[in-house]
């Protein structure tokens, strides 16, 4: 099997908080994961692609100072959120590459920025 | 840039109806394309995964075709039911960038 896991799977914060998501794969190593967000009625946009050991590759108009990636070990990526806003909410999916290009989807996290 | 669309972006049919949902792309240097289910407010369902070397896949009452040359897929649903209700997105896994990139997604409605 090739399951990913993220944690939490919903999170409520103030504004100006951070928050860390974690995006975990379970039963297989990945060297690359990969960072989505989905705004309502959206279809996900790719924010960052992660690769174990090094600094992450983040998309044009993604801030890399917002939106911190850490790909410490090869089954775990985190996403922190600095200093959340109202405007970050939003539905965040992470998946991992397992051989041969293909990625297994996390179940997302919905944060919400009050 | 790889562009990716999807044709309808909404789809209301009665249960039991045959259905083909639309999806073209604009580089066919692609690895694969994927076909997702999600139901609102949830995570990505994989349904179908075609590689660049293939022409379709099947699963049940679900089929996908791929015609890299055209920039084209589709996706079959057979008989459908009201469990079938949910957004379907498509992916593609582009070559150049490595990436994937997402259609907006067509919403089904299966009314019973």
């Known amino acids: 099997g090739a399951v990913v896991s993220q944690h939490p799977s919903w999170v409520i914060c103030k504004s100006g908080t951070s928050v860390k998501i974690e995006c975990r794969s379970l039963d297989f190593q990945a060297t690359t994961m990969f960072w989505y967000r989905q705004f309502p009625k959206q279809s996900l946009m790719l924010m960052a692609t992660s690769n174990e050991g090094s600094k992450a590759t983040y998309e044009q108009g993604v801030e890399k100072d917002k939106f911190l990636i850490n790909h410490a070990s090869l089954t775990l990526s985190t996403l922190t959120v600095t200093s959340a806003h109202p405007e970050d909410s939003s539905f965040y999916i992470c998946?991992?590459?397992?051989?041969?290009?293909?990625?297994?989807f996390g179940p997302g996290t919905r944060l919400t920025v009050l | 840039k790889q562009e990716v669309t999807q044709i309808p972006a909404a789809l209301s049919v009665p249960e039991g109806e045959n259905l083909v949902l639309n999806c073209s792309f604009t580089d066919s240097a692609i690895y694969n394309l994927q076909w997702f289910r999600q139901d609102p407010g949830k995570g990505l369902t994989s349904l179908l995964l075609i590689q660049s070397s293939q022409r379709e896949q099947t699963s049940g009452r679900l089929n996908a075709s791929l015609d890299k040359s055209s920039g084209r897929s589709t996706l079959y649903i057979a008989a459908s039911q009201p469990g079938d209700s949910a957004t379907y997105l498509c992916?593609?896994?582009?070559?150049?960038?490595?990436?994937?990139?997402f259609g907006a997604g067509t919403r089904l409605t299966v009314k019973p």
């Open positions: 992916a593609v896994l582009d070559f150049n960038n490595n990436d994937m990139r």
């Open positions: 998946s991992a590459e397992k051989a041969y290009n293909e990625q297994f």
